[in-house]
């Protein structure tokens, strides 16, 4: 089969042969049609993600069709148009992931590759009227929204949400679910485009995060405070935010972008009587939720490119410039 290799770490992006690889008892073997890009995968590829380990082939989101199983699994499954959750081994407490909890794609071999080996249990119909492409654009990205908004910020029709950084994968799917579940939302983002294309998405209104008094003027544009802010960046900015919530609001937080949190008073978060949050990914229910929650209020993915297997390098160059808006696709095999 033909795979995206990595021989080591900030290595362009290289299509080698190697052998497709077996399912073991409780596994498939799915032959990938689409898979896509998240940030995970960028830093693996620089070389500066935990655990981080050459050669390898990386890839979380993928969609396929199911090519042969393991002893254990029904062979019903063949030929079925699946997607994949690529949390793996969450464990039983819905509140939290377990010891054995990772992702695919390291240390385990990903999506950027004809073919893959997954746990059964980790695959999902795909509803007919999804394309192979739409389906691959879901998964990392639409579970950890899912997760921060609802399983872990409780979002009720009505209230008022601020989403960081519009143009981020995680993001859009945040401003469409949150538009979808009835919230106001409010975004901030380094691009005017993106403020606007996240207006068009259903958000209100938007602020640049890079200009000094982004704060305060999110304030007047949105008319006061926020139920729920959902960030993926921390860095300076994070220190505002307990200045931004309504008394008793929430802040979720899933990842890093910006780096570290700076010193914060604490009287910023007890006098509000605020929670902070943190998320990663999701349970096997929170991603049969978002998948619901997707058929339900028909969301269609925003995907910014589709790029055939040979232009992968393409896809991770846009994605380091932060030139996206939504996800960056990778068509793997033809022929549907
Ligand atoms: N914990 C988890 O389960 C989980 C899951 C997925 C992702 N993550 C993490 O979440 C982050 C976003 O992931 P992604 O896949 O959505 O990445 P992405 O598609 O590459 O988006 C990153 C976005 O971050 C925004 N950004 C950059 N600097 C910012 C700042 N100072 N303030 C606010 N926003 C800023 C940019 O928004 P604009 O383009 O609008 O300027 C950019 O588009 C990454 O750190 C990733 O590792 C964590």
């Known amino acids: 089969m033909q795979a995206i290799f990595f021989n080591k770490a900030d290595e362009i992006c290289k299509i080698q042969e190697t052998q497709v690889p077996e399912p073991g008892n409780n596994e498939v073997l799915i032959k990938i049609k689409a898979a896509a890009l998240n940030r995970r995968d960028f830093w693996i590829k620089k070389g500066i993600y935990q655990g981080a380990k050459f050669p390898c082939i990386i890839g979380s989101d993928g969609a396929g069709i199911v090519e042969k199983v393991g002893e254990n699994i029904d062979k019903d499954w063949i030929n079925k148009a699946v997607i994949i959750n690529p949390g793996m081994s969450w464990g039983e407490d819905p509140d939290a992931h377990g010891p054995d909890f990772h992702i695919l794609g390291l240390p385990t071999q990903g999506t950027f590759a004809q073919y893959v ?3 059964a249990e980790s695959i999902w119909y795909k509803p007919d009227t999804w394309t192979f492409e739409k389906a691959a654009a879901l998964p990392l990205a639409a579970l950890t929204a899912y997760r921060a908004l609802f399983t ?3 979002l009720r029709r009505g209230q008022k949400v601020f989403i960081t950084g519009a143009g981020g994968g995680v993001a859009v799917y945040l401003i469409q679910f949150a538009v979808a579940a009835g919230a106001k939302v409010f975004v901030s983002s380094s691009s005017e485009k993106k403020i606007k294309k996240a207006i ?7 602020v640049f995060y890079n200009e000094p008094g982004w704060e305060k003027e999110l304030e007047k544009i949105s008319d006061g405070k926020f139920d729920i802010i959902i960030d993926s ?4 900015n994070f220190e505002k935010f307990p200045g931004l919530l309504k008394t008793g609001g929430k802040i979720v937080i899933f ?8 010193e914060m008073t604490a009287a910023k978060i007890f006098w509000k009587q605020a929670s902070i949050l943190g998320t990663t990914m999701g349970s096997k229910e929170d991603f049969k939720n978002m998948l619901d929650f997707v058929e339900k209020h028909n969301i ?3 995907i910014d490119k589709i790029f055939p297997m040979v232009d992968a390098e393409l896809a991770f160059k846009q994605m380091e410039n932060h030139e996206q808006f939504g996800k960056l696709v990778i068509k793997i095999t033809d022929g549907y």
């Open 152 to 154: 872990r910020g409780d």
């Open 300 to 302: 269609e993915p925003v």
């Open 117 to 119: 080996c997954v746990p």
């Open 255 to 262: 990842g890093g972008t910006a780096g570290k949190i700076p």
């Open 200 to 206: 068009t998405l259903g958000a209100e209104g938007g």
């Open 233 to 236: 960046a921390a860095g300076a």
